[in-house]
Nanobody, 128 residues
Framework: QLQLVESGGGLVQPGGSLRLSCAAS????????IHWFRQSPGKEREWVSC????????KFADSVKGRFTISRDVVKNTVYLQMNSLKPENTAVYYC?????????????????????WGQGIQVTVSS
């Protein structure tokens, strides 16, 4: 019943930008933290960013601080990941994931094992 769908990926040149979307169905994001992960072939799924949907609190991995931003649209029930100054090493499949959170007002680094609700993933390729 709970579904997340990513969109907005594709091919960009180094230094370029993409905006990924994570749209929810079957639930309202008001009571959740939404996280972004990425995974390259042969590597572990890496935490990238998160947002507490109800208050807009955000956190970022050190590797993307200053280059990525995360935001939400309460009308569309959607979270966005704006990726700027992209590097070839950012090439990966990007996933959004949801974790119910009604008590805490901040989010942060989590293991992929903490999540049971994932989008299908979307490819981001950074190449010249």
């Amino acid at each position: 019943q709970l579904q997340l769908v990513e969109s907005g990926g594709g091919l960009v040149q180094p230094g370029g930008s993409l905006r990924l979307s994570c749209a929810a169905s079957g639930f309202t994001m008001d009571y959740y933290a939404i996280h972004w992960f990425r995974q390259s072939p042969g590597k572990e799924r890496e935490w990238v960013s998160c947002i507490i949907y109800r208050n807009g609190n955000t956190k970022f991995a050190d590797s993307v601080k200053g280059r990525f931003t995360i935001s939400r649209d309460v009308v569309k029930n959607t979270v966005y990941l704006q990726m700027n100054s992209l590097k070839p090493e950012n090439t990966a499949v990007y996933y959004c994931a949801a974790r119910r959170e009604v008590l805490f007002t901040v989010c942060g680094l989590r293991s992929a094992q903490d999540f049971g609700s994932w989008g299908q993933g979307i490819q981001v390729t950074v190449s010249s």
